[in-house]
């Protein structure tokens, strides 16, 4: 314990300095979940289409990806991303920390939202398909009127608590140099060598916006969704919670 | 290739030994997990309502807080504190991320062990404790037994997630096998090959588990 540094956690300044590291933990989980999304969208479609030149690829996409550490790939994009982007944004393009990590966490989480998607679309009833079909609607536009506003709304809850996770893992972009919630904690830890308090107060800070995240997911609970569904989910949370 | 790099590069036994010190890191951290896992399951479910409140504590910060906040803690704070693993910078290093990965994988197979307990049905108990056994023998004898079945495939789940965050030891100086994969793009430079190699080997770790894990749920499935 080192109580003479204990001012730091009631000046303004210092505590400014931390919601800078929290606002960019903020904004790289919400870059991350929307690119996530996206993606996933994709190969949630692709798993379940019947061309195999389509289903192959995204099975192979999505179990490999499934089964990787994130800081894995976190990393992989943190030295490698520059050059790799070089082709499309130009030979001068460098590939910021905080970009990185997006892409790393972004391509991480994608895989396992597809595997949520797919488990919500799965555990409609048949008839709805049918039913959409028999109307004249095309197999594209059953999907895109009839089946994903169900499935994706069925999925919520497990999104949000998804969320939760990613909050949780954008700290590994602390190791890549980011400057987020835990990145501010260690410049501070390396100024005045209190890691009990710096690491305690980090942690706090975390917890309150994961715990009250997860009780809101849970509130929502998984109430209306189908069993089959929620036996996937709870799957995927146990598997693909990563850090 | 890949592979010219694991079977050419002068420094190629970084491979085996990450992939080692991984496999290592996995299996002591999933035992340490399973046993303090249980041990707060029991505390979750206790008649005393202190005990529930600790169990409940733990289980929530421990869900709550990265993985990574708190292996800085350990690595960081226990010195601080006093506390020392091993006077061994390597050994320290290691006994900390076991004790990292256990604790936070704990809170995991905790909540999965108490739904266990809670599942198995309630007139076993009361015809356990009605034929006169205490709570313990009771535990012992009818509840613990009949949660193992469903408990298994979930505790499996965790232990790809545990062997997959494993990989976060390399942040407090455990060379497992990602850090194998750091020295090997640090001394060649070729990030594709020494990264595809880390991920084939992770693959090589993490896809049999999941094969294992869906079987077992095939097998152990409970027909209600």
């Not at chain 1, 209190?194 to 009250?212: G, M, R």
């Amino acid at each position: 314990m080192r109580q003479d540094t204990w001012w730091i956690f009631t000046d303004i300044n210092f505590l400014r300095f931390f919601g800078a590291g929290l606002i960019q933990t903020l904004l790289l989980s919400l870059a991350a979940i929307a690119l996530a999304f996206v993606v996933a969208l994709v190969f949630a479609l692709g798993r379940m289409s019947h061309r195999r030149w389509l289903r192959w690829p995204s099975i192979a996409y999505v179990e490999t990806i499934r089964a990787l550490p994130v800081l894995l790939l976190i990393v992989f994009f943190y030295i490698k991303g520059s050059s790799l982007l070089q082709p499309v944004f130009g030979p001068e393009f460098n590939l910021q920390p905080f970009w990185a990590g997006v892409l790393g966490l972004g391509l991480y989480t994608s895989a396992v939202l597809a595997e949520i998607i797919r488990a919500g679309i799965l555990s409609l009833p048949r008839g709805q398909t049918e039913a959409a079909r028999a109307l004249g609607l095309s197999h594209a536009r059953a999907m895109r009127y009839v089946i994903l506003p169900q499935g994706l709304r069925l999925m919520v809850p497990a999104m949000m608590s998804q969320l939760t996770t990613i909050i949780k893992d954008t700290s590994l972009v602390a190791t890549i140099g980011v400057s987020d919630l835990l990145g501010q904690g260690r410049i501070i830890y390396n100024r005045y060598f209190n890691p009990i308090e710096v690491f305690l107060f980090v942690a706090v800070i975390y917890f309150v916006i994961c715990f009250a995240l997860s009780q809101a997911s849970r509130r929502l609970e998984l109430g209306n969704t189908p069993k089959a569904a929620r036996a996937k989910i709870r799957e995927i949370q146990l598997r693909d919670q990563a850090a | 290739m890949p592979g010219e790099i694991i079977f050419e590069f002068p420094q190629q036994y970084l491979y085996p030994e990450g992939l080692w010190l991984t496999i290592q890191l996995s299996v002591l951290g999933l035992i340490g997990s399973i046993v303090l896992g249980i041990l707060i399951a029991l505390l979750r479910i206790s008649p005393f309502a202190p005990l529930r409140w600790i169990g409940a504590a733990y289980v929530e910060f421990f869900r709550n807080t990265p993985l990574l906040v708190q292996l800085f803690f350990l690595f960081f704070a226990l010195p601080a504190l006093g506390i020392r693993f091993s006077d061994d910078a390597f050994v320290f290093n290691f006994r900390a991320a076991v004790l990292g990965i256990a604790l936070y994988h704990a809170a995991y197979v905790a909540e999965v062990v108490r739904g266990g307990l809670l599942g198995v049905d309630r007139g076993q108990i009361e015809a356990a404790r009605s034929l006169g056994l205490s709570y313990r023998q009771m535990l012992r004898e009818v509840q613990l037994p009949q949660a193992v079945r469903s408990v298994i495939p979930p505790i499996g789940n965790i232990a790809i997630a545990l062997a997959k965050n494993t990989a976060l030891a390399k942040t407090i100086g455990v060379a497992e096998l990602l850090a194998a994969g750091d020295y090997v793009e640090a001394a060649t430079f070729r990030t594709v090959e020494a990264y595809l190699a880390v991920a084939l080997l992770y693959l090589v770790l993490t896809l049999p588990m999941a094969a294992g894990v869906n079987w077992l749920e095939k097998r152990l499935l409970v027909a209600r």
